[in-house]
């Protein structure tokens, strides 16, 4: 039933999107959800499925890891609730599920300083309250009837939600979460998507603090009270979460990079996300077709691009692009590819995978379009940045595929991270590298050339063997590392090299120490 409610959200998911208007303008609540049922779905996949135990373990565990934005977050922790209660159950019958659906509600209060009504909550207490029934297939009825009475109360809580004559995203998306519980269990087909037409971001302007961020911390030293109470300070829209030994924080922010390095001194940070919510806002808008009641004429070319970093993403879309939100251990799907492409208001629409395990994806995205796009094959964020430094709107896609082909290959990566097992290796040169788990590795364009040692050791090392008078190193660090970490290694590099310029950006790739390009 979960399996299937994830793929009825799906259909959902674009008019979970649009509605979406609070919090003010991280609008992405349908994605956001559907990509948290989808982790909880790849570890129901892989976990025992005759152990109660184990399924629990698998929803609870899948919702903390894949929880996006402020409705994914609070949606595990719904989950949370509901999973608790069946952990040790043989069977789960119409009572069970009942308290199940009251115990999941009450962990969604529980989780949010400020509960405010009107909101995903306010629903999940209809459903709750409605799930009665001698039968499973009843008692759902119910609590979706209960449900719904609440969601049509959802504009009369909220002024915004009023203001824009919608009801509250997050509810509709747990509602069709239900439904497709249902819609399982009565072996109902799944629907067509339905049409979108307007979006009620249109009728905003931005919010007061303008980065949405996201962590993902295990190991954590101190209390999941006390990480709260040291990220409250930094903005709004804050939950701080945590299960089966992870904590998952997201807060509404104009100092990110504080944030992290403040939160990242008390445990092991895994993920982050930053989203720059005015330039979401504006692709929202796009999609709305904002651009289209300008009357402007539809450039020639667009582009997307694959990326995980905020400082990253911020470049990108710095350069034009429109952002898949993915990469190493994160791949994005065929689907979320020819998403960004049908969003992208041009007449073709360059792609860049910026990844070698994304390049097949990205290909089969552009047969897809049937020719409404192409894909230029890079194989890293560094030659991605480089083929997208070469796009021009205003050009033919054809014409540029060339330019931007050669600038990607003008460009050597250099990527700084930690070995996720003990092996050896040999590499291309014919050396033999002996690596244990945790040692500091170092890729060039994606091939393993160096280990052990400090990450900043291992930059200047890969630097000195490709260094041939290139001009511009470009030094992202990554979630662990400071301000003072980036300047000193900055500081480093313009010694070793002094006729190259050097720039330092936070916000590289997560899991990575830094990501170093050189052109």
Same mark, same amino acid.
């Given at each position: 039933?979960?399996?299937?409610?994830?793929?009825?959200?799906?259909?959902?998911?674009?008019?979970?999107?649009?509605?979406?208007?609070?919090?003010?303008?991280?609008?992405?609540?349908?994605?956001?959800?559907?990509?948290?049922?989808?982790?909880?779905?790849?570890?129901?996949?892989?976990?025992?499925?005759?152990?109660?135990?184990?399924? #629990?373990?698998?929803?609870?565990?899948?919702? !903390?890891?894949? #929880?996006?934005?402020?409705?994914?977050?609070?949606?595990?922790?719904?989950?949370?609730?509901?999973?608790?209660?069946?952990?040790?159950?043989?069977?789960?019958?119409?009572?069970?599920?009942?308290?199940?659906?009251?115990?999941?509600?009450?962990?969604?209060?529980? /989780?949010?300083?400020?509960?405010?009504?009107?909101?995903?909550?306010?629903? #999940?207490?209809?459903?709750?309250?409605?799930?009665?029934?001698?039968?499973?297939?009843?008692?759902?009825?119910?609590?979706?009837?209960?449900?719904?009475?609440?969601? +049509?109360?959802?504009?009369?809580?909220?002024?915004?939600?009023?203001?824009?004559?919608?009801?509250?995203?997050?509810?509709?998306?747990?509602?069709?979460?239900?439904?497709?519980?249902?819609?399982?269990?009565? *072996?109902?087909?799944?629907?067509?998507?339905?049409?979108?037409?307007?979006? /009620?971001?249109?009728?905003?302007?931005?919010?007061?603090?303008?980065?949405?961020?996201?962590? !993902?911390?295990?190991?954590?030293?101190?209390?999941?009270?006390?990480?709260?109470?040291?990220?409250?300070?930094?903005?709004?829209?804050?939950?701080?979460?945590?299960?089966?030994?992870?904590?998952?924080?997201?807060?509404?922010?104009?100092?990110?990079?504080?944030? !992290?390095?403040?939160?990242?001194?008390?445990?092991?940070?895994?993920?982050?996300?930053?989203?720059?919510?005015?330039?979401?806002?504006?692709?929202?808008?796009?999609?709305?077709?904002?651009? /289209?009641?300008?009357?402007?004429?539809?450039?020639?070319?667009?582009?997307?691009?694959?990326?995980?970093?905020?400082?990253?993403?911020?470049?990108?879309?710095?350069? *034009?692009?429109?952002?898949?939100?993915?990469?190493?251990?994160?791949?994005?799907?065929?689907?979320?590819?020819?998403?960004?492409?049908?969003?992208?208001?041009?007449?073709?629409?360059?792609?860049?995978?910026?990844?070698?395990?994304?390049?097949?994806?990205?290909?089969? #995205?552009?047969?897809?379009?049937?020719?409404?796009?192409?894909?230029?094959?890079?194989?890293?964020?560094?030659?991605?940045?480089?083929?997208?430094?070469?796009?021009?709107?205003?050009?033919?896609? +054809?014409?540029?595929?060339?330019?931007?082909?050669?600038?990607?290959?003008?460009?050597?990566?250099?990527?700084?991270?930690?070995?996720?097992?003990?092996?050896?290796?040999?590499?291309?040169?014919?050396?033999?590298?002996?690596?244990?788990?945790?040692?500091?590795?170092?890729?060039?364009?994606?091939?393993?050339?160096?280990?052990?040692?400090?990450?900043?050791?291992?930059?200047?090392?890969?630097?000195?063997?490709?260094?041939?008078?290139?001009?511009?190193?470009?030094?992202?660090?990554?979630?662990?590392?400071?301000?003072? +970490?980036?300047?000193?290694?900055?500081?480093?590099?313009?010694?070793?090299?002094?006729?190259?310029?050097?720039?330092?950006?936070?916000?590289?790739?997560?899991?990575?120490?830094?990501?170093?390009? !050189?052109?």
């Amino acid at each position: 039933m979960l399996r299937y409610a994830t793929d009825w959200l799906g259909v959902y998911r674009e008019q979970v999107n649009a509605l979406n208007v609070y919090p003010v303008p991280d609008g992405d609540t349908g994605t956001n959800m559907h990509l948290t049922m989808q982790s909880v779905r790849r570890e129901l996949d892989t976990c025992e499925q005759n152990s109660m135990p184990s399924v #629990a373990r698998a929803i609870s565990y899948g919702a !903390l890891l894949g #929880a996006r934005g402020n409705s994914g977050v609070i949606l595990s922790q719904l989950l949370k609730g509901f999973a608790e209660t069946i952990r040790d159950a043989k069977t789960v019958d119409a009572a069970l599920l009942a308290t199940a659906f009251q115990a999941a509600q009450k962990a969604g209060y529980g /989780a949010v300083m400020k509960p405010v009504e009107g909101t995903i909550l306010t629903v #999940a207490r209809g459903v709750a309250e409605g799930a009665r029934g001698e039968d499973i297939e009843e008692l759902l009825e119910n609590a979706l009837f209960g449900g719904q009475e609440l969601l +049509d109360q959802t504009p009369e809580m909220l002024p915004a939600l009023k203001q824009a004559g919608v009801i509250d995203s997050g509810g509709q998306g747990y509602l069709y979460l239900v439904e497709g519980m249902l819609a399982e269990l009565r *072996g109902e087909a799944l629907p067509p998507a339905p049409e979108v037409t307007s979006y /009620a971001q249109q009728q905003f302007e931005n919010e007061e603090f303008g980065f949405c961020t996201e962590f !993902l911390m295990s190991e954590a030293t101190e209390s999941i009270e006390k990480i709260r109470e040291l990220v409250t300070p930094f903005g709004d829209s804050l939950l701080v979460v945590g299960a089966e030994g992870y904590v998952k924080g997201h807060i509404h922010t104009n100092e990110p990079d504080q944030l !992290l390095a403040t939160v990242g001194r008390y445990g092991k940070m895994l993920k982050t996300k930053v989203e720059d919510m005015a330039e979401q806002h504006t692709e929202i808008l796009g999609m709305a077709g904002a651009a /289209a009641k300008a009357e402007e004429e539809v450039p020639p070319s667009g582009l997307v691009a694959v990326a995980n970093g905020y400082g990253l993403v911020k470049l990108f879309r710095s350069l *034009g692009a429109r952002i898949v939100s993915g990469g190493q251990t994160a791949n994005p799907s065929v689907q979320d590819i020819v998403d960004a492409v049908r969003s992208v208001s041009a007449e073709k629409v360059i792609i860049l995978p910026n990844n070698k395990n994304v390049l097949m994806a990205a290909e089969k #995205a552009m047969e897809l379009m049937a020719g409404r796009a192409v894909v230029i094959p890079t194989r890293t964020l560094g030659q991605g940045i480089g083929a997208a430094l070469a796009f021009q709107a205003d050009t033919e896609a +054809d014409d540029l595929k060339d330019a931007m082909t050669e600038g990607a290959g003008n460009v050597t990566t250099f990527e700084v991270t930690r070995a996720s097992r003990t092996t050896n290796i040999t590499t291309k040169d014919g050396v033999t590298l002996d690596i244990k788990e945790g040692d500091v590795i170092g890729l060039r364009d994606d091939e393993l050339v160096q280990a052990g040692g400090a990450p900043e050791d291992s930059v200047l090392e890969m630097l000195n063997r490709a260094y041939a008078g290139q001009e511009i190193v470009t030094l992202f660090g990554g979630p662990q590392k400071s301000q003072a +970490d980036l300047d000193a290694l900055a500081a480093k590099i313009s010694a070793a090299f002094p006729m190259v310029e050097v720039e330092a950006h936070a916000g590289g790739p997560d899991l990575y120490d830094y990501l170093v390009t !050189l052109e």
